[in-house]
Nanobody
Framework: QVHLVESGGGLVQAGGSLRLSCAAS????????MGWFRQAPGKEREFVAG?????SYVDSVKGRFTISRDNAKNTVYLQMNSLKPEDTAVYFC?????????????????WGQGTQVTVSS
């Protein structure tokens, strides 16, 4: 069983930055693909970024967000720059057995509880 805990969310003005962290425990972290998803009120959960054998981003965050991982610390990060009001959502960390990144949330076996990111205009 893998336990994921996100942190780093908060309220920021448009144009600002935040760094989300997701600490994992249990399992073999280095063998998992890790993903960040987000869900805004009334919307479906959306893939934001993933890291495994490759990194992948949704088009709307390319050039602004960077996903990275530190296998020694069992932690994955999401650096978010140039934030926009439309980035406002609950951000979730997810883990998938095997290092292949998928954009569908159904391919991830483990999920964190989420952290709120609010970007004011």
């Amino acid at each position: 069983q893998v336990h994921l805990v996100e942190s780093g969310g908060g309220l920021v003005q448009a144009g600002g930055s935040l760094r989300l962290s997701c600490a994992a425990s249990g399992g073999t972290f280095s063998s998992y693909a890790m993903g960040w998803f987000r869900q805004a009120p009334g919307k479906e959960r959306e893939f934001v970024a993933g890291i495994g054998e490759i990194t992948s981003y949704v088009d709307s965050v390319k050039g602004r967000f960077t996903i990275s991982r530190d296998n020694a610390k069992n932690t994955v990060y999401l650096q978010m720059n140039s934030l926009k009001p439309e980035d406002t959502a609950v951000y979730f960390c997810a883990a998938r057995i095997q290092l292949i990144v998928f954009i569908s949330p159904t391919n991830y076996q483990y999920w964190g509880q989420g952290t709120q990111v609010t970007v004011s205009s």
